[in-house]
Nanobody, 125 residues
Framework: QVQLVESGGGLVQPGGSLGLSCAAS????????IGWFRQAPGKEREFVAA????????FYGDIVKGRFTISKDNAQNTVYLQMNSLKPEDTAVYYC??????????????????WGPGTQVTVSS
């Protein structure tokens, strides 16, 4: 019902910063919990961060170690992921996803119904 498109990926040096955006269309994201996940080649998908419907409650995966910040702008129908102190192991395709209802675990990709196509983040040099 909602369409999601990520943007902002690219090449960044270790220790650098990068901001990702997730633009939604079709309906307001205020009715959804929004999560960020990532997947590197040959590895399973990892939880990165999530926001409640209002944006007032945020969750982070241990893998980002306090370096990332998720924010949700319902008026702009956009979710952001600010990534700081980037490491080579952060290299992955980053996806945003929407969940109408979190049943058990906000960190599980099984909870999310709609996914964007992803954007590549490469941390190197």
């Amino acid at each position: 019902q909602v369409q999601l498109v990520e943007s902002g990926g690219g090449l960044v040096q270790p220790g650098g910063s990068l901001g990702l955006s997730c633009a939604a269309s079709g309906r307001t994201i205020s009715v959804y919990n929004i999560g960020w996940f990532r997947q590197a080649p040959g590895k399973e998908r990892e939880f990165v961060a999530a926001s409640s419907r209002s944006g007032n409650i945020r969750f982070y995966g241990d893998i980002v170690k306090g370096r990332f910040t998720i924010s949700k702008d319902n008026a702009q129908n956009t979710v952001y992921l600010q990534m700081n102190s980037l490491k080579p192991e952060d290299t992955a395709v980053y996806y945003c996803a929407a969940s109408e209802t979190i049943r058990t675990n906000v960190r599980s990709d099984y909870e999310y119904d709609y996914w964007g196509p992803g954007t590549q983040v490469t941390v190197s040099s």
